[in-house]
C-alpha cells in the first residue's frame, strides 16, 4: 500500500455475507433448483441495480432483491407462491458470513471498519446483528441515502465523507471484482478478495492488490 | 399506439445483427466451444458497457467488445492468439441480420427508419453494408457521440434531437429487454421484440407491446 491506510471499508454481500447460502432454503423448498435458482436470483439481483441506476429509476435493494427473486423462479418455471417467496426473502436476513471473516475482521481491527453496501440499512441491520457483528462496524452507510448502485463514484464518496479520509487513505476490501474495479477507479486503495479462485475481467482499471483471504491482508 | 409514430427507431445488435452469428466462426476456430464464447462473450460485452457507463469511464464499443471476447477466452480457458481474436472481432463486423429483418422493414417504409446502437460509427457503418441496409436508414445513431452507453436517457434523448420529434411519437424496437425498458422510461412508444420466446424481466417498467417477429409490428 502507497499511503497509509486511516480505515477499511468493505462490501457486504458476496464480500462478507455469502449471497449463496440461500441455496439450502431454496433447495429445500425446490428440490434440484436450489443452485440454479440461488445463481440467477444473485445475478439478476446484480444487473437490476446497474440497470436502475443507469435509467435514473432506483428501488431499495429490498425491492431489488425481491424483484430479481421473481424473475428467477418465472425463468427457471418455478411457481413460487408468495408465502414461499417471503420465507426466501427473509433468507436474506440471515445470510451467512464466509469462513474467514471474523478471523480477518479481528485482525483489521486497529482500524475503523466500516461497510458500504448495495442494501437497505434494514437490510444491513438485521444481517449484521443475525452474525453478531454489531459491534464490529464503526459505521454501516447504505447506497439508500444517495439513490442509486455501485459503481456509481456517488456511493463511493459516502464513506470519504463518513471518514472524513481522502480516497487514498482509505481501503477497500470486495469480492465483486467490478466494486473493486469502481472503487479503484474513485481512488480508494483497493483489494480483490478473490476466494473462489476466478479470473479478473476487462474493465480497463484493475484492482490495486488480490488476495485469497480476508486475513491475508 | 396511442400517438401518431413520426419515426421508427432500432437498436441494433441483438435486434437487428444476430451477435450469436459469431459462433460458426467461434466453433470453427475453438470447436465445441463456438457456443459457450459467444453467449460469455456477448454476456460480458453488455455488462461492461453498463458498468463502464456507471464508473463514467467510456470506453468505446469496440474496445468493450475486445475486453470483453478478451475475458471470454480468459473464462473458458481459450487460449486465442491475437491473430484469433482479430479475425473473430472482425466478425463483428459481418454479423448476420434476423431472418424477419428485410421484410419488417420493408413494412415499416412509410416513416423514416433510424439506428440507435452501443455501436461505434465504423463498426455499424460495416455491419449495416455488409447486409446491404446502406439505402434503408435515415440516421445510423451511435453513442459515441454522447460517450455513455444504454440505458442512460442521454442516449434515448439523442433520436429526439436527430428527429425533431418528442419521445413519444418515437417508436423504438429492442430485443433487449432492459434496452426496451430504458426506451420507455424515457418516453418512447415502445416494442419489445421477443423473437425466442424470453421471460420478461423485472425492472418496475413494462414494454409498451410485444411482438415475435419484426413484420407483426
Known amino acids: 500500500m502507497t499511503n497509509e491506510i486511516g480505515a477499511w471499508v468493505f462490501d457486504a454481500y458476496g464480500t462478507l455475507f455469502d449471497p449463496l447460502s440461500v441455496r439450502a432454503a431454496a433447495e429445500a423448498m ?3 433448483k436450489g443452485e440454479a435458482l440461488s445463481r440467477l436470483w444473485r445475478a439478476r439481483q446484480l444487473e437490476y441495480t446497474w440497470l436502475r441506476a443507469l435509467m435514473n429509476r432506483y428501488a431499495d435493494f429490498w425491492q431489488v432483491t425481491r424483484d430479481a427473486l421473481t424473475f428467477a423462479c ?3 418455471e418455478i411457481e413460487c407462491e ?3 417467496q ?3 426473502m427473509q433468507e436474506y436476513l440471515r445470510l451467512e458470513i464466509y469462513p474467514d471473516v471474523r478471523d480477518g475482521l479481528n485482525h483489521l481491527q486497529g482500524h475503523p471498519l466500516v461497510i458500504l453496501s448495495n442494501g437497505t440499512p434494514e437490510m444491513l441491520e438485521y444481517v449484521v446483528a443475525h452474525n453478531r457483528l454489531d459491534r464490529t462496524f464503526a459505521a454501516v452507510l447504505s447506497v439508500d441515502k444517495v ?3 455501485k459503481p456509481s463514484p456517488c456511493v463511493y464518496q459516502m464513506a470519504v465523507e463518513q471518514l ?13 471484482y467490478w466494486d473493486a474495479v469502481g472503487a479503484t477507479a474513485f481512488g480508494y486503495q483497493t483489494v480483490w478478495l478473490n476466494r473462489s479462485g476466478a479470473k479478473p475481467e476487462e474493465l480497463g482499471v484493475s484492482p490495486g492488490s488480490t488476495v485469497m483471504a480476508l486475513n491475508q491482508i
Open 164 to 176: 472524513h479520509l481522502p480516497p487514498n487513505q482509505i481501503g477497500f476490501v470486495s469480492s465483486n
Open 74 to 76: 418465472r425463468s427457471l
Open 82 to 84: 408468495w408465502i414461499q
Open 147 to 149: 439513490k442509486t448502485y
Open 30 to 32: 425446490f428440490p434440484g
Open 86 to 88: 417471503e420465507e426466501l
